[in-house]
């Protein structure tokens, strides 16, 4: 005989789960509700053109972030989140579009000028290891494993 009832009753007990977990997760606005445990502004730091798309250092101690407009990549101290300080800025000879971290390497997708694998060991002083030229531009990246 075929179960026709609607998939939310047929387990009841992981419905529930989801819903509990989706009320958790919902989006709401802590700072109109008082909730002094939400995300607030601590600093900003002023960039010369535009700061995009960031990632952090696996240790958590500098912020990458691209720079299209200037065609370069910023690298920023936060060991003290309250007063963030510039380290550099490495020029990438195109539009950088993306930044991916995995360890002390970063990887840079560019439009025009393809990958470009650049050693952060050393934050104030990043050198590019590496350029992947496929011809084409590597606008977005992902990483895996």
């Known amino acids: 005989m075929r179960n ?9 007990l992981q419905a529930l789960l989801g819903a509990a977990l989706c009320a958790l997760f919902l989006p ?10 939400g995300f607030r502004r601590i600093t900003s730091l002023g ?5 995009e798309i960031a990632a952090v250092t696996p240790d958590g101690r500098t912020l990458l972030y691209t720079n299209s407009d200037k065609g370069e990549i910023g690298l920023v101290d936060i060991t003290r989140p309250a007063s963030p300080q510039v380290l550099s800025n490495l020029p990438t000879t195109s539009n950088a579009r993306d930044v991916v971290v995995f360890g002390h390497y970063v990887f840079v997708g560019t439009y025009g000028a393809g990958l470009l694998i650049v ?8 050198s590019v290891v590496d350029v992947i030229s ?12």
């Not at 026709?4 to 009841?12: G, I």
């Not at 050693?119 to 990043?126: C, H, K, N, Q, R």
């Not at 496929?134 to 494993?145: Q, V």
């Open 28 to 37: 709401t606005d802590l700072a109109a509700q008082g909730n002094p445990k």
């Open 4 to 12: 026709t009832r609607p998939a939310l009753f047929r387990r009841p």
């Open 119 to 126: 050693d952060v060991l050393d934050p104030e002083a990043p």
């Open 47 to 51: 960039v010369d053109g535009v700061a």
């Open 134 to 145: 496929p011809g084409e531009s590597i606008p977005y990246l992902a990483l895996s494993g």
